[in-house]
């Protein structure tokens, strides 16, 4: 360590300082680029275990599919009039629909990567009304009545229970037949009796499939009663919110209460009428808010205002302690800030994030504290710059923590650290003349 020289003026310090933050931006810019490399390589990791175990699931259900003849006029190459009989299907949606949902969430890991998945237990209870008042007047097959269900994900679909129309079996067939999305994939069954006449129709279709992410159900009666509940402690609902909902440590409960008014189709329809049948939904996520790449990424937002607090708080330590500070251990300081980011990164893809922050948090408040007392020969500025650090990084982990009020949050808590900076810095300005002033008279 070497006396204070002259050229170890205020301006051209702080200048230098401000040059150095920014060329620090360097690393960090290739920091940036990892963290989306591995958030990138997640992404992929989650879609191929998606595709794998089960994409999120949207439940189209149940629908009765009523086959009929009508008439079709062509005309030939000749001009010449034809009339032909076409078959067609009318989908009939149920008066009452009631579906409980149960979700059971699981971690699924692929090397270092986790994912949460879910395997589903569904129940569907209804009933249909007067379908004689309804049906189209054409030639209908009665013995030929199909029943149905629309599942997005066919493949991730583990058992179906029973499904039962007026107590009595269907014989499950795969595929819906018909062209309606989203009710062109899922299961079927023929009805071969004439259930027409009924005034009532009620049916129990009890099935288990996997999926990724979450659920969607569609509101396919007049009225509509919908029950999810889950482990997860931390859903997100979307499209239609719940009437009620419990979040506790147990995990969650919702139920809907939906009529048919929330959709823009009627309760019947020809095959492939509608463009889209999904208005209306339910959704719930299984929710995992802020990934660790997330945090991370957040983080390296604020890279830049952390290290210049930094690197400002070892100036006032070079001066007051009246010891010089060369610019390469400036360097040395704000380079190891910078690696922060990326050993909290490495160390999150192995460890619970609060956890690779503490061990990212060690691994550069201890060096750097020790590398000030070093400089400065004194040891109360090694532990100044030991709690200084501990606290803005306090103040960083306070921010990425907060999903909602982090903005608020954050502001306020670098604030109060900006006001306490100003309480300390009032007077470097005179400690500066002071100490060049004393190299003049030491130099005369």
């Known amino acids: 360590m070497i006396s204070l020289k002259d050229n170890n003026s205020l301006v051209r ?22 963290i989306d490399d591995r958030g990138y390589s997640y992404n992929n990791m989650v879609e191929e275990i998606g595709n794998e175990w089960g994409r999120k699931q949207t439940i189209g259900g149940v629908f009765l599919v009523i086959p009929y003849s009508s008439k079709q006029i062509e005309y030939d190459d000749s001009g010449k009039k034809i009339e032909k009989s076409v078959v067609k299907d009318y989908i009939i949606l149920p008066d009452k629909l009631n579906v409980k949902v149960n979700l059971k969430d699981e971690v699924r890991e692929r090397g270092i990567y986790k994912t949460t998945v879910y395997n589903g237990d569904i129940i569907l209870e209804g009933e249909f009304l007067k379908l004689l008042n309804i049906l189209p007047n054409n030639n209908i097959y009665p013995y030929n ?56 129709i009620h049916f129990s279709i009890k099935f288990s499939l996997r999926g990724n992410g979450g659920i969607e159900v569609l509101p396919f009666g007049r009225e509509n009663h919908f029950e999810v509940e889950s482990t997860w402690k931390a859903p997100k609902f979307y499209g239609i919110l719940p009437s009620t909902k419990v979040i506790d440590e147990n995990g969650f409960k919702a139920e809907w209460e939906v009529s048919s008014f929330v959709r823009n189709y009627k309760q019947e329809f020809v095959d492939g009428y509608h463009s889209d049948i999904t208005e209306g939904k339910i959704g719930v996520d299984l929710y995992e808010g802020v990934t660790h790449y997330r945090q991370v990424m957040r983080a390296v937002k604020y890279s830049m205002l952390f290290i210049m607090l930094s690197l400002f708080v070892v100036y006032i330590f070079e001066v007051t302690s009246k010891r010089f500070t060369h610019y390469v251990q400036y360097g040395v300081v704000g380079f190891s800030l910078t690696m922060f980011y990326l050993v909290l990164l490495s ?98």
């Not at 921010?399 to 670098?414: N, R, S, V, W």
């Open 347 to 444: 160390m999150s893809e192995y460890f619970s994030f609060n956890l690779a922050y503490i061990i990212a948090t060690l691994m550069v408040v201890i060096p750097n504290s020790l590398y000030i007392k070093a400089v400065t020969k004194n040891s109360k500025y090694g532990l100044g710059m030991l709690v200084f650090l501990s606290g803005i990084y306090a103040v960083l982990y306070s921010i990425l923590k907060m999903e909602q009020y982090a903005l608020i949050t954050g502001t306020l808590l670098l604030m109060t650290v900006l006001y306490v900076m100003m309480y300390i810095t009032r007077n470097i300005f005179e400690i500066d003349i002071d100490i060049e002033e004393a190299i003049r008279e030491r130099d005369w």
């Open 145 to 200: 009545v199909g029943i149905g269900i629309g599942i997005t994900d066919t493949k991730s679909l583990m058992k179906v229970e029973e499904m039962k129309v007026e107590g009595k079996d269907i014989k499950l067939e795969s595929g819906t037949g018909i062209k309606q999305y989203p009710l062109n994939t899922g299961v079927s069954g023929r009805i071969h009796e004439n259930i027409l006449q009924k005034d009532k």
């Open 13 to 34: 310090k702080i200048g230098f300082l401000f040059v150095l933050a920014i060329l620090l931006q360097i690393p960090m810019f290739f920091i940036h680029r990892i």
